[in-house]
């Protein structure tokens, strides 16, 4: 590179159009001072479109470009360099990662050009100085929405909330939840998000151990009779959360019936019809709508079983993740174990074992010196140990704001422990708050 220093018309040097950071952000600060100094570093530029045609595009330097301009600085100081648009690329994305001028998503964007050039995971992290686990992390932010990134940007939303978002399956759904960054929806809708891509994995799993040995009922047929198959209805599968086992092999080895299974909405139903079953005559139009009474029941209840099972998860990461800070948090975690202590009386032991994945075995000392060694590594103080063991002496999935009906029950054990988590920091999503106080649309209304 010749590093002679040529005085170039400012009207002259064009923005790299492949910048990794398109936007030079507020420049009037650096246009004071480049007003009182002068530009006291060069440009490297290089002959715009490699024709030489009296114009140059800047390849470093275009916070200075704008700033002069804005300074009503006519010429300004460059190296014009000799650079394929490879190395353009390269020296641009180093340059602004050095000043730590890029947003993760600019750097991804960054990578993504130095990939398009023909480079790998190794040498792009090579190039730049980041690892390589830090390169694939940061690809998979190109996933996200741009515009709903920029947005998000500034609103407490940290790198690892960006990955957990990047990885949902669904376009859509990491818009939607990215939009949510920096209200207390953000982790609800997060956690949302996962649990239904989980739940369509899992329902597209069971069906095609279904399929191996069941027919389809074609819902959507003319003649397709909801009370004949009701009467044959042998199984219903709806809570989709976890995997669904099933004996494919037993049910194929079962040669005195025949199996149908029926996708419907959010269950899926599995028949068994063998030659000698009868069909019961056509019911009374009150069985009719007790049936169609209890569907709904049984749709209410599934709802809000779902809503729950959420926020006791949701709950669980916090408190496994959290770490005080302040006086006030330690004296909030000693009056929630003291609430704990006094309200609840629960084996502590097997909940431990389930909070970090460990078989319980036969009870307390099973696997106690297994549990011992993950909780010392994973460097808990004192008092976040004991806001675990407040948490789990008073926490957990019985608790509930809804009975069997969907009727609101008001579990005021629920309303103290949202209220020790969120003086801690907690935030609760709506859902969460209508869930507690009775107001979720779920709950039964009036005399229904």
Avoid at 24 to 53: H, R, W, Y
Avoid at 98 to 116: K, N, S, V
Wanted: glycine content about 6%.
């Amino acid at each position: 590179m010749d590093k002679k220093i040529t005085y170039i018309d400012a009207d002259k040097l064009v923005p790299h159009p492949k910048n990794p950071r398109l936007e030079v952000g507020d420049v009037s600060e650096l246009a004071d001072s480049i007003k009182k100094n002068g530009v006291l570093q060069n440009l490297t530029v290089v002959p715009f479109g490699g024709v030489g045609d009296g114009r140059y595009t800047v390849i470093i330097g275009h916070r200075r470009l704008a700033a002069a301009k804005l300074a009503g600085i006519k010429e300004l100081p460059c190296v014009i360099a000799d650079m394929d648009e490879k190395e353009q690329i390269e020296t641009m994305l180093i340059e602004n990662m050095q000043r730590r001028q890029l947003t993760p998503y600019e750097e991804a964007e960054g990578f993504q050009l130095m990939f398009d050039f023909g480079g790998d995971i190794h040498s792009v992290a090579e190039r730049t100085g980041f690892s390589e686990t830090t390169v694939r992390n940061r690809m998979k932010l190109l996933r996200l929405d741009k515009e709903a990134f920029k947005k998000s940007q500034g609103k407490n939303i940290s790198l690892n909330d960006y990955l957990a978002v990047a990885e949902l399956e669904d376009e859509n759904a990491r818009k939607e939840v990215l939009q949510k960054a920096g209200t207390n929806e953000f982790t609800w809708s997060l956690r949302s998000a996962k649990d239904e891509e989980k739940k369509k994995t899992n329902r597209a799993d069971l069906i095609k151990k279904l399929e191996m040995f069941a027919e389809r009922v074609d819902v959507e047929a003319d003649d397709y009779d909801e009370n004949y198959w009701d009467a044959y209805l042998f199984t219903e599968f709806w809570n989709f959360s976890d995997p669904i086992e099933i004996d494919v092999e037993e049910y194929m080895n079962d040669t005195d019936a025949r199996y149908f299974y029926e996708p419907c909405a959010r269950s899926v139903y599995l028949y068994r019809v063998a030659d000698n079953d009868e069909v019961e005559n056509e019911p009374s139009p009150e069985v009719i709508e007790a049936e169609r009474k209890e569907k709904e029941r049984v749709e209410r209840y599934r709802k809000l079983v779902e809503v729950k099972n959420r926020a006791f998860e949701l709950r669980k990461e916090f408190v496994i993740t959290f770490t005080p800070k302040t006086e006030t948090d330690f004296r909030i975690i000693a009056e929630f174990e003291m609430f704990s202590a006094d309200k609840m009386g629960y084996d502590i032991y097997s909940k431990l074992c389930d909070m970090f994945g460990v078989d319980a075995k036969d009870g307390y000392g099973g696997n106690k010196e297994q549990l011992i060694e993950i909780i010392h590594d994973s460097k808990i103080k004192t008092f976040r140990a004991l806001l675990m063991s407040a948490w789990l002496k008073s926490d957990g999935e019985y608790l509930d704001e809804h009975d069997f009906n969907g009727n609101y029950t008001n579990d005021d054990k629920l309303a103290y422990i949202y209220n020790y988590l969120t003086l801690l920091g907690y935030q609760m999503s709506d859902e969460e708050k209508a869930y507690l106080d009775g107001t979720h649309e779920l709950f039964l209304k009036g005399d229904n």
